[in-house]
């Protein structure tokens, strides 16, 4: 099993670019999450899936929108970056009651 | 929403001592409480967990002690070894929430050799 992978491993972006973070999974587990490291911040999840079909808000959701493409994948969308959304991100995925396995993050740039 | 503090923010110590990370959350309701283990360039990693119902876990070298009452758990490693040297998060749950993890600001031990 390669667990939770995610794609790109880095990204450069301008502001105003979009792009997509994908994420995928391969352990059957109902629930994704997408967070955000900063240096000195800890992770802050930016938003969830408990199941597919249904996405909810984290702590910073704000300049993101996401996707549960199916069971597997939960992509992060960025509509317009700004600087301030330079960051690792992380995707997580769980069966139940909260143990989380984390991919091994996005490093993305805003120019 | 949840308040998770943890101490100390940086921690070295000499290979084969013993090391402890205190975390406190505000969150009366937060019944799950894990540590994750980051090392460098990749993601956290589950390392051990507790819930509300137990007072001490342990696993091998590592252990989880909780106190409700006061709301804080530790994690305690003992006989430390190079590869112990990472960033240690704690991550309360968040309401008694089954998704919501509020994560830490992080620890950073570094275990010398």
């Known amino acids: 099993n390669a667990g939770v992978t995610q794609t790109p491993k880095f990204q450069v972006l301008k502001t105003g670019q979009s792009m997509t973070l994908q994420c995928a999974q391969d352990m059957n587990h109902n629930s994704m999450y997408w967070y955000r490291q900063d240096p000195g911040m800890g992770l802050r999840l930016i938003y969830y899936?408990?199941?597919?079909?249904?996405?909810d808000k984290g702590e910073v959701p704000n300049g993101y929108n996401v996707s549960r493409l199916n069971k597997r994948e939960f992509s992060l969308r960025l509509e317009s970056a700004a600087p301030s959304q330079t960051s690792v991100y992380f995707c997580?995925?769980?069966?139940?009651?909260?143990?989380?396995?984390f991919g091994p993050g996005t490093r993305l740039t805003v120019l | 929403g949840e308040n998770v503090e943890q101490h100390p923010s940086t921690l070295s110590v000499q290979e084969g001592d013993s090391a402890v990370i205190k975390c406190t959350y505000s969150d009366s309701a937060s019944n799950y409480f894990p540590w994750y283990k980051q090392e460098l360039g990749k993601g956290p990693q589950l390392i051990i967990d507790?819930?509300?119902?137990?007072g001490e876990k342990k696993d091998q070298r590592i252990a989880v002690t909780l106190n409700k009452t006061a709301k804080h758990f530790s994690l305690h490693i003992t006989e430390t070894q190079p590869e112990d040297s990472a960033v240690y998060f704690c991550a309360p749950n968040s309401g008694g929430s089954n998704y919501k993890l509020t994560f830490g600001k992080g620890t950073l031990l570094t275990v010398n050799p």
């Open positions: 899936s408990a199941s597919e079909g249904t996405t």
């Open positions: 997580a995925s769980s069966l139940n009651y909260n143990e989380q396995f």
């Open positions: 507790i819930r509300s119902n137990v």
